[in-house]
Every structure is written in C-alpha cells, then in structure tokens.
C-alpha cells in the first residue's frame, strides 16, 4: 500500500521538489500551500504523514501541528516540521505539541526519504501480540489500549512505542541512544534529549497512582522500567 505524504509549504519551487522527490520513492501526495489549505477536512482521507514547513502565511506550522494533535481523528498522523531555523527552543517547543522529528532546509532529497521512511517505521505497530500487566498498569498491543485499573490511558505514538519497549523489557537500564535506536530505529537523526521529552510525556500520562515511578532515571547511565521503587 502506498503511503500518502501532505506536504504542507508555502513556497512553490520546494514544494514541488519535495512533491517530485516523494512520487520518486513511491509515494503519494498532496499538496496545501497555507495555513487555510491544510486544514484536513472531515471526510476527507487522512495522510499517513505530514511534512509541515515552520513559516506559514496565515498560521504557522507549530500552530497547524497543534491543532491536528489536539483533535482525536488526526492526533495519531505523524508530523515532521521543516524548518530553517536550528533553534533549541524552537524543537523543544515543537515536540512538546508532538511533532515527531524535525527537517533543517537545506536538506538533501536523500535525508527527506530517510526520515519519513524512518518515522513511519517508527509509529507502525510492532508485532507483540501478548497483553502485559504490571501492577494495574496494562498494555495491549493488538488494540494498542495502555491502561491504569481499567481507565484507558491516552499516550501518543512515540510514548506507546517507549512504554511497550519498556514493558517488554523491564529492570533493565537502557542509555538514551539505546532507547533512541530500540525505539525510535537505528537510522535517525534525533538528538538524546528528545528520549527526555518523551520520558516526560510518558511519565506524565501514567501518572496518578504512583505508575510514573516505574520509569526511574538512572544517574549517568539512562532509564530503567521497574515496578520495584529505585
Ligand atoms: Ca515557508
């Protein structure tokens, strides 16, 4: 099945490159040029990623990112930003609404296939089909239902990822760049404290009833899934 990519820049000659570079490695597209045209529709077919460029007449990128993971029909589609700036803040700012990975212009037509290809490897589903429990704390892979006691638990794609990776590997310590290449896969280009970011969110998601504390920071070394207290 091919997948289909909206590409979402205001800028003409890049769009259609990245259009063009897309249809060569065998993907679908659309297009939108502006904040207004990359409103999804309901009804419409939804993409299976977004390239979304930062600087956007009539709405930004960041804001556009938002929005879509904000709403329950397209928080789940993963976002890559374009954008010319490498500002820190910038990213951080950007993958605490959820965005999945971030693209510098220039890049090359070779990195932007990479990295999507890398993303959607990263957000399809593994094969693990065995239901895990861990003091009321529970995943089902087949659904993809994390939940505490029974209330369902609403994690984003990445902290899914990180939170199976952890639940079918416990009371080990993993490094960052561990976690990076077991969760996020081996051909990325994300710094190590993006694991921190999605630590966070995760922690933050299973919190409540003590649950947070089985993902434990271990000093100098990275993180460690444990039910026992550290
Ligand atoms: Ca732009």
Redesign the pocket.
């Known amino acids: 099945m091919n997948r289909t990519i909206l590409v979402v820049?205001?800028?003409t000659p890049i769009r259609e490159m990245i259009v063009f570079v897309l249809e060569q490695s065998g993907f679908n597209t659309l297009q939108a040029a502006n904040y207004h045209q990359a409103k999804l529709k309901n009804g419409q077919p939804l993409p299976d990623l977004i390239l979304l460029?930062?600087?956007?007449p009539g709405g930004s990128g960041l804001k556009i990112a938002k929005e879509l993971k904000q709403n329950s029909a397209t928080k789940d589609i993963p976002i890559i930003m374009l954008t010319a700036r490498s500002d820190e803040d910038d990213k951080i700012e950007g993958f605490e609404v959820g965005v999945d990975d971030y693209i510098t212009k220039p890049f090359s037509p070779k990195e932007l296939v990479a990295r999507i290809k890398a993303v959607i490897r990263r957000v399809t589903p593994t094969e693990l089909t065995d239901f895990i429990e861990f003091d009321g704390l529970s995943l089902d892979p087949v659904s993809h239902r994390v939940s505490i006691n029974n209330s369902p638990v609403e994690l984003g794609p990445r902290e899914y990822s990180l939170l199976h990776f952890f639940m079918t590997h416990p009371e080990r310590v993993y490094s960052r760049e561990q976690l990076l290449d077991n969760v996020w896969g081996t051909n990325v280009y994300v710094e190590d404290r993006t694991v921190d970011v999605h630590i966070r969110r995760l922690r933050k998601a299973i919190a409540g009833k003590g649950h947070e504390e089985f993902v434990q920071t271990v000093r100098g070394a990275g993180y460690r899934f444990s039910v026992k207290t550290a």
């Open positions: 820049e205001d800028e460029d930062w600087m956007l």
